[in-house]
């Protein structure tokens, strides 16, 4: 299902997540349990849709919250590359990054 609201706030596209679609998580801005996550957090209180709308730094690579030992291990043990998933929602917009993923059927671009 191809919707940019299923969209995770670090650039991880929730419409993929086996969690998601077994009803098992809500997604990541519906999951309200998700409050430890600094990634989160920050885009609500700055009202990101996600890291792609970031004005706060200019690369990613230097944000403390998007670029930390978690995600670090989170991208090693998934082979996950959010910045890669970011870079592309900033070329091609939120609806086109929702619609490869879900005609994929991937939460993230791999490494």
Do not use: H
Not at 31 to 46: P, Q
Not at 69 to 74: G, P, R, T
Not at 85 to 90: H, K, Q, R, S, T
């Amino acid at each position: 299902m191809s919707n940019e609201k299923l969209l995770a706030y670090c650039g991880l596209y929730c419409g993929a997540c086996k969690k998601y679609l077994k009803e098992k998580c809500p997604g990541c801005k519906e999951n309200v349990k998700a409050a430890w996550c600094k990634i989160r957090t920050c885009c609500i209180e700055n009202s990101y849709t996600s890291c792609a709308d970031c004005q706060i730094v200019e690369d990613l690579k230097d944000c403390k919250k998007f670029n930390n030992v978690i995600s670090k291990l989170f991208a090693l043990v998934f082979r996950s590359d959010r910045f890669s998933c970011i870079a592309f929602i900033n070329e091609k917009g939120y609806d086109e990054y929702a619609k490869e993923m879900a005609e994929k059927g991937i939460m993230t671009i791999k490494r």
